[in-house]
């Protein structure tokens, strides 16, 4: 069992930057792919990002790329999303995912394919 928690959601506004940390216990995440997703009110949930587990692949949603990094600390059991340049359209709850794998450089956009998930922390960009 993997137990995640995620934090470092806010309020921000446009053009500014937050960073979300999603700590997990109960097992090392050396042997999973991490991946972060979101759901805005009356939508989906979306694919945000994922990185392997040796960090040498990392995926991005196109609307993301380029503002958003995925990051992984095996030492400290914690994954990172970085997120700059935030947009209105960015506001929801955003959480974070894991899958258990014994492929190096898997990264996983779908959801339903991830077996641990967090309770989310509220992102909110203001115009």
């Known amino acids: 069992q993997v137990q995640l928690v995620e934090s470092g959601g806010g309020l921000v506004q446009a053009g500014g930057s937050l960073r979300l940390s999603c700590a997990a216990s109960?097992?090392?995440?050396?042997?999973?792919?991490m991946g972060w997703f979101r759901q805005a009110p009356g939508k989906e949930r979306e694919f945000v990002a994922a990185?392997?587990?040796?960090?040498?692949?990392?995926d991005y949603e196109d609307s993301v790329k380029g503002r958003f990094t995925i990051s992984r600390d095996n030492a400290k059991n914690t994954v990172y999303l970085q997120m700059d340049s935030l947009k209105p359209e960015d506001t929801a709850v955003y959480y974070c995912?894991?899958?258990?794998?014994?492929?190096?450089?898997?990264?996983?956009?779908?959801?339903?394919?991830?077996?641990?998930w967090g309770q989310g922390t509220q992102v909110t960009v203001s115009s």
């Open positions: 995912a894991a899958k258990t794998t014994v492929l190096p450089g898997l990264v996983e956009r779908r959801a339903s394919n991830y077996d641990y």
């Open positions: 990185i392997s587990r040796t960090v040498s692949a990392t």
């Open positions: 109960g097992r090392t995440i050396s042997g999973v792919v």
